[in-house]
């Protein structure tokens, strides 16, 4: 072979870097993209399968940005090593690599020792701020290659991912770290580097694709075949087809090309451009597929292959993945560790949203034929799972004796194993791993484990039973060759060697721990299997099948439906469960109604009213009622010597007055405090007020109290006394007290002004039989001790619920300014109750809270006399509209329906006590509840809510507990 010969050969390059100015070197965008980001200060990260040309990616960028004033260095971390090394020596390793690379004028030893206090990590940030950023001036590269090899430390490597993360973070606070920038490159994805997300710098950083060559960027390969194949083109592009552009392949494919050609005549393989598909598909067959485990030199396809099969439970995640691959011709890409890892190896890619084989050589050589003899294919079966309860604490006891009764029991399991066809698998300990081919079998086999178990400990004590809990899932499995490369004898226990795969032997083995002992925990998939034949036999042989629900088992990522099959003595007669049903309820009721009773839910009750009150559907605002409000700018409007601190003065009020007094209203009610005669110079006020028969003004009673006006009668009076809860918001409607003192009539404002309008529509107010006030057909009923959701209240009086109008204005308003510059329709007031009041928030008289304050995320407040016009309202609506009052249930009443409920929580549990189950049928249940309880407060009802979802949440809850112990 001549010179020129082993010079073409010689330019692709096989094995290690290519160097910065190599001929066969092939610019890819990841060139620019690496190359640019770094230059912006990105942080960027290339994360590839091997041989993919990282770190002749690497030699190259750190080249430009070299010639760009860039300092840069490299750290390859498999130089520092990984094994047997500790976490000093590793980052003193990086750090002696910082001060090569950078030509550093500094004494390591030294160094090191003046700040040996630090942590191995602290110390390299050190390093990094004082030693690094202070000696190079321009900015900086770091490279650091390998970085899947910290994977390989003793100790954890987060705190190094950490650091770099933080070096990104300082550049807001000192900016000589904006002239820092990292590059990572590796095998390995983030997640595998480090788990905390926000310590790492992989979601600062920029991501780097790696693609393999394309045609149009492969020019610099082409030079090598020049000369040694008669169609070059037509060659490259054939290559680039096997191989997909994977450059270490593709390097290794054209020095094979070049190589068999020089042993052409004259150096030259000649080739019909129309043949050059078919004669590079007969090259690679011949060289590369055909025996490729010998023929891998420079070895790339044992490398995937060592990567593949050297992964813990490959079969059971990527390879079988990889097997639907091949069946499909693709899957949808995803971000699961085995999607990861899949592509990490570099079998396959991504493409258009989905994987994908890499290339047909990849194709041709991990077959499904290979697939098969690594990684037979599943088979649907029936997995058994046991084990003894209590098994740990029994051998910590006696275990010689212990031993004996397993060994006993294992007897009786074998025996049925082999009755109903089955094979046992593994020895667990405590427990066997057997399969069946069907579940019928498999559930048949358990149901007579259990039973011959039972018979045999028939007659004996305590301390000689041992308990099984039996598991049983179906789904697929498969099998590993043992080391030897053949599967023994499966008769005996322990000699069988191969291992059994599959979710459905984790489910198994976690179902078990699920059944009761000496039950049995099957899965849906395995109930939707055996159903009919077990409602064949579950009455002969005294089954008892319960739904379980949804189970959240150990490392199964998704919750499993069960059922549990329980076999007598722990089947209970049907009256054993109703009455442990009753009991509860009676029980669950009992708590209920005595933490209700001591205002232990009366606080939730006010809220679930409160919420229900702004529920109601909106209402037209109240026609009988005008509101005259005396704003700020009314009470500024008025000279401060007339007003004397009021917020209506003498001759304001003479005014107003005279002005409503010609437009006819039916009443007029004054919401302002008058506890001082009028002014001498005011005489016609004073007999206006005297005299007028439609006037209705306020006092309030107590100790001081405010006194009325004495030129109003007592007849004309009433007190605007409101009852709060303990939670400051005015839910009750006071109407009468038996001492009113010092006003001189013992009728609230609301009724006087509202009873007057009735009045005059010919209604009269009086005391029924039962001692309520009565208004036509309307009985305004007291509240009594409790009433409701109250069990703390102080009811004296003739107090009654204020059902609020649900309406944003109770009613339409003027302004006193409005009303005395003749800006008031006369229709607006004939006939009409006439309501005065002040809503300037100098008067403290706007910050009243309702139900409707804290409903729409903001704290709403109602004025005094707004509050008032909701108590007149009421009034005229109850009897005239037949509008409802609020009414409630005596207490036997409460006590029954709550302990319905209470029984409805315990019957949600029949047939299936699983607490996943229950929260669905329950929160079904209180969605009933909740949607009859609104429909009867539309109708005026205010029923236990709260204690009626509580006694069906204890109940059932109760009970479902109760099942797992068998009751």
Known sequence: MGADELNRADRYHLGGSLSADAPTYVVRKADSELYNGLLAGDYCYVLNSRQMGKSSLRIRTMCKLKAQGIACAEIELNGIGSQQISAQQWYGGIIQELISGFDLQVNRRNWLREYEDLSPVQRLGKFLETVLLAQIPQNIVIFIDEIDSVLGLSFPADDFFALIRNCYDKRAAKPDYKRLTFALLGVATPSDLIQDKHATPFNIGRAIELKGFQVHESA?????????????????????????????????????????????????????????????????????????????????????????????????????????????????????????????????????????????????????????????????????????????????????????????????IRKCCEQFSGEILKGLGDGWLMRFDSAENAVDCAIAIQQAIKTAAANLPKRDILRHRIGIHLGEVFFLQNDFGVSPSRNFINTYQDDVMGNVVNVAARLQTEAPAGGICISQTVYEAVQDHLNGVKDQQQLQITKAGERLLKNIPRPIPVYIITLDPYLQPWWWKILILLITAAIATGLVVGVRSRGGLESWELQVFDHLMRLQPQEKPDERLLIVEITEKDVQAQPPEERVGASLSDRALAQLLAKLESYQPQTIGLDIYRDRPVEDNYPELAQAMKKSDRLFTICHYGNPGVVPPPEV?????????????????????????????????????????????????????????????????????????????????????????????????????????????????????????????????????????????????????????????????????????????????????????????????????????????????????????????WVLFLQGGWIPLVPAALALVMTGGVLIVFSRFNF
């Open 713 to 933: 009668s007592g007849e004309r009076q009433g007190f605007n006394n409101v009852v709060l809860d303990t939670d400051d918001i005015l839910r009750r409607h006071l109407l009468a007290v038996s001492d009113a003192s010092p006003c001189q009539n013992q009728y609230a404002f609301s009724i006087q002004v509202a009873g007057h309008y009735l009045v005059a529509q010919g209604i009269e107010p009086h005391l029924n039989s039962d001692g309520y006030l009565q208004l036509g057909s309307t009985v305004f009923k007291t509240l009594d001790t409790n009433p409701g959701g109250y069990s703390t209240i102080n009811s004296s009086g003739h107090q009654i619920l204020l059902n609020y109008r649900a309406t944003n204005q109770i009613a339409e308003k003027i302004t006193l300014t409005d009303v005395l510059n003749g800006q008031l329709n006369p229709e607006q007031v004939k006939n009409r109750i006439v309501l005065i009041g002040t809503t300037a928030p100098s008067f403290n008289d706007h910050r009243w809270f309702t139900p409707y304050s804290k409903g729409q995320g903001t704290v709403q407040t109602m004025t005094g006399i707004e509050i008032q016009a909701q108590m007149v309202s009421q009034i005229l609506s109850a009897v005239l509209d037949q509008r409802s009052l609020i009414w409630w249930w005596s207490e036997p009443i409460e006590i029954l329906w709550i302990c319905g409920w209470s029984l409805i929580g315990g019957l949600l549990t029949h047939n299936s006590r699983s607490p996943r189950g229950f929260l669905v049928r329950g929160g079904v249940a209180i969605a009933i509840l909740y949607g009859s309880g």
């Open 220 to 412: 610099a390969l082409i030079q090598g075949l020049v000369g040694r194949v008669s169609c070059p083109q037509a060659v490259l592009s054939e290559v680039l087809y096997w191989t997909g552009g994977q450059p270490f392949l593709t390097q290794k494919f054209c020095w094979l090309l070049v190589n068999r050609c020089n042993q052409e005549q004259n150096g030259l393989c000649t080739i019909p451009e129309n043949e050059a598909p078919r004669w590079v598909e007969q090259f690679v067959q011949t060289q590369i597929i055909e025996n490729w485990e010998a023929q891998d030199e420079p070895e790339h396809l044992r490398t995937i292959r060592d990567r593949l099969l050297g992964q813990p439970h490959c079969c059971q995640q990527s390879l079988q993945i990889y097997r639907i691959i091949l069946e499909q011709g693709s899957v949808e890409a995803k971000n699961s560790p085995e999607h990861i890892e899949l592509r990490l190896s570099g079998l396959v890619n991504k493409h258009q949203g989905n994987l994908v084989v890499y290339n047909p050589i990849y194709q041709a050589v991990f077959n499904l034929d290979w697939i098969e003899k690594h990684c037979p294919k599943e088979r649907i079966l029936a997995i058994v799972f046991t084990d003894v309860e209590s098994f740990s604490t029994k051998m910590a006891a006696d275990e010689k004796h212990t031993l004996a009764l397993l060994q006993r029991d294992f007897q009786l």
